[in-house]
């Protein structure tokens, strides 16, 4: 088996990995079934992208059974920040607080996350 060395999720590969990271482990079929609660996608296809995963080491696989079994083989938050200072650098230039402010701009926030971002702002000025 050669492995790919762009272990970069696609967007189709992300919606996979969602599910993964949701359920844990989950057959092929599984993951097709909850994919199509938001979108029109063949068994085929994904059961293709799910082996192309498995080459680039973005999911393991458990084939000691007839129905293979798959897991995330990468974290929800190293995939984040790995997509977030991708996108702070290309479309920020490198500025967080341009992230943040475009974000918080173009959203609105709960009391809750509102709240949730002030005790950050507040952690990271004790840390200072």
């Known amino acids: 088996m050669t492995i790919i060395k762009n272990n970069k999720p696609t967007e189709s590969e992300l ?28 068994y085929t296809t994904t059961l293709k992208l799910m082996q192309i995963m498995f080459e680039k080491g973005l999911v ?19 995939t984040q920040q790995q997509f977030l200072n991708r996108m702070i650098n290309t479309l920020f230039a490198g500025s967080s607080s341009d992230l943040v402010l475009q974000a918080l701009g173009g959203h609105n926030a709960s009391e809750e996350e509102l709240e949730k971002i002030q005790q950050l702002i507040n952690r990271l000025k004790k840390e200072q």
Request: hydrophobic share 30%; proline share 2%; aromatic share 4%.
């Open 60 to 78: 393991t696989r458990d084939d000691s059974n007839k129905t293979h079994v798959y897991k995330p083989a990468v974290s929800r938050e190293k």
């Open 15 to 42: 919606e996979i990995l969602q599910v993964l990271w949701n359920e844990k482990a989950a057959t092929v079929r599984t993951v097709h079934e909850e994919l199509l609660k938001t979108k029109d996608s063949g």
